[in-house]
């Protein structure tokens, strides 16, 4: 096993299909709260996450580096990596 596939092995993954939705972005957001700088997490969906990403990128920009692995139509796969440990408020520090 390489060290990419061990990381990607351990990183924490979230499949939203098997939660109800109203509890989907607060469990990704708990998740990527946690991560350390260059921590990753994995999500799956059946649907297009645009929604996600625009929250994302919103609330915490350039905080979070987004790459879809796999994109539909039937199923929706991306992987999120923190990139660093700034302030998470809303003050503008880094």
């Not at 999500?43 to 920009?61: K, M």
């Amino acid at each position: 096993m390489t060290d990419a596939q061990a990381t990607h092995d351990k990183a924490p993954h979230i499949d939203v299909r098997t939660l109800p939705p109203a509890e989907r972005h607060s469990q990704i957001f708990g998740t990527l709260k946690g991560l350390q700088p260059g921590g990753t997490l994995f999500i799956t969906s059946d649907h297009e996450p645009r929604p996600l990403h625009y929250q994302l990128e919103t609330n915490f920009p350039g905080k979070f580096n987004w790459e879809y692995l796999e994109q539909g139509p039937e199923v929706w796969r991306v992987e999120i990596t923190r990139l660093d440990s700034g302030c998470d408020c809303c003050c503008g520090s880094n």
